[in-house]
């Protein structure tokens, strides 16, 4: 099994950067993608973009252009980093993993995770 916890938030304003960190731990070797979701305040969770342990990177729709998801292997950490936010990315951010055979898209599915971490809020003022 794998644990992973968040860490970053805070409030921020905006037009201002952020890079949000996971830290996994436990079977790392067994995970074939590490993913973002946020979920806001009144809103459904929705994915965000995704890593698989190829480096391979993908993303939602509503991901590109501002968000990118990057890993450090020697550290078993996940970052995803946040330019130019906007009052409507205030969220709270999830980390989750799976040891699921998963790839590409399927990797932004939140059934096909089992590891999710508690949360990471983020508050953006304009």
């Known amino acids: 099994q794998v644990q992973v916890m968040e860490s970053g938030g805070g409030s921020v304003q905006a037009g201002e950067s952020l890079t949000l960190s996971c830290e996994a731990s436990?079977?790392?070797?067994?995970?074939?993608?590490m993913s973002w979701f946020r979920q806001a305040p009144g809103k459904e969770r929705e994915a965000l973009g995704a890593?698989?342990?190829?480096?391979?990177?993908t993303y939602a729709d509503l991901a590109k252009g501002r968000f990118t998801v990057s890993q450090d292997n020697d550290k078993n950490t996940l970052y995803l980093q946040i330019e130019s936010l906007k009052p409507e990315d205030t969220a709270t951010y999830y980390c989750a993993a799976t040891t699921r055979r998963t790839s590409g898209v399927y990797c932004l599915f939140e059934w096909h995770m089992n590891s999710w971490g508690q949360g990471t809020q983020v508050t953006v003022s304009s």
């Open positions: 890593i698989e342990s190829s480096g391979r990177t």
């Open positions: 436990g079977d790392t070797r067994s995970t074939y993608c």
